[in-house]
Nanobody, 120 residues
């Protein structure tokens, strides 16, 4: 089996920074695209940033210039550096990855989520 685990969330003041991390483990053969998504209460889940195997990135317009997504293919990890945080960034942040398991099947996996609260 495969699992994704997020960490790094917490309470931060407006203008502050957080670094979120995602670690994939289990019967992994290959990891393709990975990304961060977020969901605030009463709102739909939305894309924050996504990164390909080769390092190509896409960002939501609302976070461009403030967030940087990265990955370490050797460690099966992915990070999201978040700077200049705003109250509207508050949400549960989820790690997502398209992973081929050792049985040869590819699925989209989600982590359990990590809470980011932006408040003074």
């Amino acid at each position: 089996q495969v699992q994704l685990v997020e960490s790094g969330g917490g309470l931060v003041q407006p203008g502050g920074s957080l670094r979120l991390s995602c670690a994939a483990s289990g019967n992994i053969l290959s990891i393709y695209g990975m990304g961060w998504y977020r969901q605030a209460p009463g709102k739909q889940r939305e894309l924050v940033a996504r990164i390909s195997v080769g390092g190509s990135t896409n960002y939501a317009e609302s976070v461009k210039g403030r967030c940087t997504i990265s990955r370490d293919n050797a460690k099966n990890t992915m990070d999201l550096q978040m700077n200049s945080l705003k109250p509207e960034d508050a949400a549960v942040y989820y790690c997502n990855a398209d992973i081929q398991n050792t049985g040869g099947a590819t699925y989209s996996y989600w982590g359990q989520g990590t809470q980011v609260t932006v408040s003074s």
